[in-house]
């Protein structure tokens, strides 16, 4: 029966009067290793929902005040932010919903769309206020399913439920994953209004509603950890083809990193996960996994030497071709377990190789590994590290100067490398002379010429964007720096797609360093890499264009001083690593050198080159089949079209999809245990 319009009348003022007395303010409290890290304040009155988030994790402070109305099925019709991001650029976004037609503005986007029914807006820069409005609208929605402005299809899943107790206080608390975003689902945990009460960020913070006693986290944290790897562990059964039976690759160019050849039709025979024949010759074998690799190039696994990983890396890393990844800076927790996962196989990851993080205690302190407030106890975390098998220690920026000598020692003496950010007030120079090992990052090969610059502060980006180009690559004093490196055989990890990023994005635009790909990836990926991270003022712009040209003219110097390097990403899995090779190659770097430092030197630098990092008889089978010739095209790389880890083999088309990622080429069919495989077509 419908209703009559005078109880329609009715029932909506009660509604009204309900919203303009519904009040409500929560707090959470964001928490690091050492402590607290920053707070958010939800506050809601009636439909009005505010937020104010502020964070700080070394030198990075992310400052964000959100405000938006709800609407019908509890969607946002008015939506404004803005702050600060983490490295200092402005933000600012605006979305209204009236009369049917969405628009949305702000110093990165804008757009519109009709709209005929209730699509959820999220917004590029987001805090906890609007995210957990997003998981109330697909609880309250029949299908737990709603349609996303700009773009995309948001799903929830309840994957968990669990009853705290705090006092004479109980709280049912939820677990729930939003897929669509990103590439593996965003897990949380709700209360019984949808209101969020935790989550676990990956070790690298936890949330936790202020009130409740953060012991409470150890558990809501592990649960949710259960989950998020049970997912990983699904991709890992359905995508892992395990061959029972010796792999025959036949008719394949074959690159030779050793000996820095093209090797045409050739041959080669893998057995119980190592490469057993390279032959001229066709091989027969009756008993064997088949692959016909003509018009296609295999070469070794890939390396990424510079990885903060998380588990769902593992896949990422996999699809693009990289089997061995150094883990430069985690928490010990998070590295082992995730070691254990990509061991055991129960999840998708190839060959882990860990450094320990170590900073000096300070407030600009990276806290993700441990902190020293003297030089004894620093030595002291070096022993830990060493007696956990660690291969090498990264230092940040606040180690004290003194300390390097005597901690390179140290480190030396526990059978470990030394590498890491330059300390502040120091120059590279001085950290090579002290014991260095190794430089991570480009910047600090610049910053080695200006001065003793506070490397814990946004100096170390800011110095560089204006004042790169202004370096004089030709003259005697960085020759005589670079031939030092090249003496002391300090290796460079360099990460210049990272700081060719920072210094060449713009308010509004895409980040030239993913544009070619950014229309693969998810929607939430695809928009982090819009707008400006750096707040470049307009009279610097051409400064920064300089200074990103820069960096490739010092890739270029580094290989033709005969500087040891190895490539690293430090940002997304997978498509940094590729991007950074593609740099090198535009730097003028003959490709066989630029695949080199993705392959056998990183092998030679972890002292691992006597079973991997190069294709060879004896050596694990770490290969990649691409469509093309990285030689001759050094973006051949993306197009990987089979990755084979010992007896694993790997279909990147088929990865790519269960990630939430347009494949970009269709891998090669093979025959497994009497089985074809069918090629997907890339989208």
Known sequence: MKKSRLATLVTAAVLTAANSTYAKSIEYVFY????????EVIEQKGSKVTGELSLGWNNRRLNLKESFTIGAAKMPEHLYIEGISPFGAPVSEEFTLKNGVASWQGSDEHGSAKTSEAQFYIPKNTTLAIQTQLVKALIADKDHSIGLLPQGQAQLHKLDQLTLQQGDEKKTVYLYGVSGLGFTPELAWHDEKGDLFAADEGGWFAILRKGWDKSHL??????????????????????????AQPILISNVSLVDVEAGKLLNKRHLLVENGKIKKISRRPLKLDNATQIDAKGHTLIPGLWDMHAHLSPNDGAL???????????IGNTHENITRISSLFESEKIIGGDLFRAGFMDRESENAMRMGKTADSLEEAKEIVEWYAERNYQQIKTYSSMEPEWIAPLAKHIHDNGMRLSGHIPAFMTAEEAVDAGFDEIQHINMLFLNFMGKIDTRKKLRFTEIGEHAHELDLESKEVAEFLDKLAQKGTVVDATTTVFSSMLLREPGKVDPEFADIANHLPVNIQRSFIGAELDVKPEHRDDYDLSADALLKMMHKLHEHKVTMVAGSDGIPGFTLLRELELYAKSGIPTIDVLRTATLVPAQVMGADKYT?????????DLVLLEGNPLEDISALRRTALVIEGQNLYRPDE???????????????????????IAAQAQ
Do not use: C, W
Not at 220 to 243: N, P, W
Not at 613 to 621: L, M, P, Q, R
């Open 218 to 243: 150890q558990e809501l944290k592990e649960r949710q950890v259960a989950a998020a790897d049970k997912y990983l562990q699904e991709i890992a059964e359905r995508h892992t083809h395990t061959s």
């Open 613 to 621: 990092g190069s294709i060879a008889v004896g050596k694990n089978a």
């Open 32 to 39: 690091d290793k050492e402590g607290i890290a920053g707070t």
């Open 655 to 677: 990865l790519y999809q269960a990630l939430g990622i347009k494949p970009f080429h269709p891998s090669v069919p093979f025959e497994l245990n009497g089985t074809t495989t």
């Open 317 to 327: 890393n996999m699809a693009a071709g990289i089997i061995n990844v150094r883990d």
